[in-house]
């Protein structure tokens, strides 16, 4: 119960007093994250912040690679951009080549009823405005019913668990830590389709500091820089 009820005061903190807004990271030009998987090194994800007057743009590149022997077994690499004009969400655009297979999102707002258009390799179609690009850096993710693939525009319904504060230590440094375990609400997707992430927030600047799941091994993104 008292987990519980810390659950319920956490979400409605965040949904009252900080809003999830963008400008809650004008401080940020850059964060970068190393990519592990079984506990080996194997890339990264980086965000650029670019802003000029009240518009702002986030490049995101990830590439990683899994080797055995020297010899490559699977690829990934993948570039987009992220755009907010008066901290309000505006459109992304990515393009990813997944171990040769080519995937994309465009995603832009009807100016009349402000509804998300997306033309995506896995959904073409129009979703609510409430909907959130999965890119994890914004913790404003841990308010919503769905994000939306930042790969091929799939919609991905999640339930959303607060798990508890815990600190955290990278690089001989500790984080003290909000904890999120994203799950997908539809029981009727396949394994491989399924989400189930955790994800650590810093307590005080809602920054994004660490993520873990199990997909074909135990896959960790890991804070390695910040400006």
């Given at each position: 119960?008292?987990?519980?009820?810390?659950?319920?005061?956490?979400?409605?903190f965040l949904t009252?007093?900080?809003?999830?807004?963008?400008?809650?990271?004008?401080?940020?030009?850059?964060?970068?994250?190393?990519?592990?998987?079984?506990?080996?090194?194997?890339?990264?994800?980086?965000?650029?912040?670019?802003?000029?007057?009240?518009?702002?743009?986030?490049?995101?590149?990830?590439?990683?690679?899994?080797?055995?022997?020297?010899?490559?077994?699977?690829?990934?690499?993948?570039?987009?951009?992220?755009?907010?004009?008066?901290?309000?969400?505006?459109?992304?655009?990515?393009?990813?080549?997944?171990?040769?297979?080519?995937?994309?999102?465009?995603?832009?707002?009807?100016?009349?009823?402000?509804?998300?258009?997306?033309?995506?390799?896995?959904?073409?179609?129009?979703?609510?405005k409430d909907m959130?690009?999965?890119?994890?850096?914004?913790?404003?993710?841990?308010?919503?019913?769905?994000?939306?693939?930042?790969?091929?525009?799939?919609?991905?319904?999640?339930?959303?668990?607060?798990?508890?504060?815990?600190?955290?230590?990278?690089?001989?440094?500790?984080?003290?830590?909000?904890?999120?375990?994203?799950?997908?609400?539809?029981?009727?997707?396949?394994?491989?389709?399924?989400?189930?992430?955790?994800?650590?927030?810093?307590?005080?600047?809602?920054?994004?500091?660490?993520?873990?799941?199990?997909?074909?091994?135990?896959?960790?993104?890991?804070?390695?820089?910040?400006?």
């Amino acid at each position: 119960m008292k987990k519980y009820l810390l659950s319920i005061g956490l979400i409605l903190f965040l949904t009252l007093e900080i809003n999830a807004h963008v400008d809650h990271y004008s401080k940020y030009s850059f964060l970068e994250y190393e990519l592990f998987r079984n506990n080996k090194s194997i890339g990264y994800h980086k965000y650029t912040f670019k802003r000029n007057g009240e518009s702002l743009l986030i490049d995101n590149e990830v590439s990683f690679k899994i080797t055995k022997l020297g010899v490559d077994l699977y690829k990934y690499n993948a570039k987009g951009v992220e755009m907010y004009e008066n901290g309000i969400f505006s459109g992304f655009n990515s393009v990813t080549n997944q171990n040769k297979k080519e995937k994309y999102v465009n995603i832009k707002v009807d100016p009349i009823d402000k509804n998300l258009i997306i033309d995506g390799s896995s959904f073409k179609g129009k979703v609510d405005k409430d909907m959130i690009i999965g890119t994890w850096w914004n913790h404003e993710i841990v308010q919503k019913k769905a994000q939306i693939s930042a790969v091929s525009g799939r919609i991905i319904e999640q339930k959303v668990e607060f798990k508890g504060k815990e600190e955290v230590k990278i690089d001989g440094k500790i984080y003290k830590t909000l904890r999120f375990n994203f799950s997908s609400s539809d029981p009727s997707l396949s394994k491989d389709k399924k989400l189930n992430t955790d994800i650590w927030y810093e307590e005080n600047t809602f920054l994004w500091v660490k993520a873990a799941f199990d997909k074909t091994g135990y896959w960790e993104y890991r804070l390695k820089k910040v400006k």
